[in-house]
């Protein structure tokens, strides 16, 4: 009998209701965040994320950079800069590849921010069987 080694794609961590503060095409790539709000949201410096702007739909993978802590900026670099305006508000999202087993009892962590992009609210989404 062969064995099948699955994972499954679970969101791990999300901010939500981000507004972009700046958006420079001539930096090399990058969303740059408050480095406060990485450490609320359980994001990293060079994580992977996907970032959906609420206003229009578009949607981008890119990395992130810590931002000074308590400035508040969200800052979408390179040539993404193209795609979304500073007062768009946003969604970043990073994912994990979990097994079965993992996925069953993950909690994704999600950082709700308001109009100045400081937390209102934490929770964890759990799995529901």
Known sequence: MEMLFMLITMLRAKIHGAIIT???RDYVGSITIDSELLGASGLMANEKV???DIHNGVRFETYIIAGAAGSG?????GAAAH???PGEKVIIMS???LTPDEAATHEARVLLLDAGNKPVKSFTIATRS
Do not use: E, H, P
Request: net charge positive.
């Open 83 to 85: 795609l979304v305006k």
């Open 95 to 97: 994912f994990a590849l």
């Open 50 to 52: 996907l970032v959906a």
């Open 22 to 24: 700046q958006a420079n």
């Open 73 to 77: 900026v969200i800052g979408i670099n």
